[in-house]
């Protein structure tokens, strides 16, 4: 028995190389086709390597911004801190969120959120976040995808503190986007996470994508650290 108590901590000290990493990830390749935003941008074999050696890869694709990361975190922490999003502020750059309609973390829900933008308009916006429950299914919990569409119906803005914040922002026009996990053991968790966002009027667009560029960025590490430090209330599964 000792000696396999050392094998597994010798494991868990290793963890996985970038070229383990990569297997993992090509080895699930065919569950791809069960995503639902199936034109989300992929990582090169080289991104994946590095995210896996510690880096967070990002870039954009015409006005998609991208990332890839690999995670010391279990995929069920990090699935509860993304459907969390009521609680993200303070973590990520927006500054207020509330549940508009739907069950906290659970499929369908619609949120509003609030962003301060240093020097231009703050923005406003809801999203309809659903989670790729087939996939899940599929995949034994072990691949998982959120996506979120959005945009600024004032009707869709049902509080008096979520109204109360409209005549100090801008709408934006549109967003979607989403995560894609993978759990590579039971420790750590690969990841993409894609934005496509049409700020709206008064963000010239070189501007714009240099915020989507970086946003994606501070974005994945925002939920890195709330998973790990802001105790989601979500399930853990």
Not at 1 to 13: I, K, P, S, V, Y
Not at 69 to 83: H, S, Y
Not at 127 to 141: A, C, E, P, Y
Not at 204 to 222: D, H, M, Y
Request: proline letters at 7%; glycine letters at 10%; one cysteine or more.
């Amino acid at each position: 028995m000792r000696w396999l108590l050392l094998l597994t901590l010798l494991t868990l000290a290793h963890g996985a190389t970038p070229d383990e990493v990569l297997t993992r990830v090509r080895a699930i390749e065919p569950l791809r086709a069960q995503r639902v935003q199936k034109g989300a941008p992929l990582p090169s074999d080289e991104d994946i390597r590095k995210a896996a050696a510690g880096t967070v890869v990002s870039g954009v694709r015409g006005t998609t911004g991208w990332g890839v990361a690999v995670l010391n975190l279990p995929i069920g922490r990090l699935w509860a801190g993304l459907n969390d999003e009521t609680r993200h502020p303070g973590y990520t750059a927006t500054a207020y969120s509330e549940l508009m309609s739907g069950a906290p973390c659970a499929s369908g829900r619609k949120v509003f959120q609030y962003l301060p933008v240093p020097m231009l308009d703050d923005r406003w916006w809801v999203s309809v976040l659903r989670t790729n429950q087939t996939l899940q299914r599929d995949s034994g919990g072990a691949v998982r995808e959120l996506y979120f569409q959005g945009g600024s119906d004032p009707a869709e803005v049902t509080s008096a503190a979520a109204r109360k914040l409209l005549p100090e922002a801008a709408p934006i026009r549109s967003t979607r986007g989403g995560w894609f996990l993978v759990a590579i053991d039971p420790y750590t968790t690969y990841v993409e996470y894609h934005s496509n966002t049409d700020p709206g009027e008064g963000v010239p667009q070189s501007v714009a994508l240099k915020l989507v560029a970086r946003g994606v960025r501070e974005t994945i590490l925002a939920m890195e650290k709330f998973a790990k430090e802001g105790h989601p209330v979500c399930p853990v599964f």
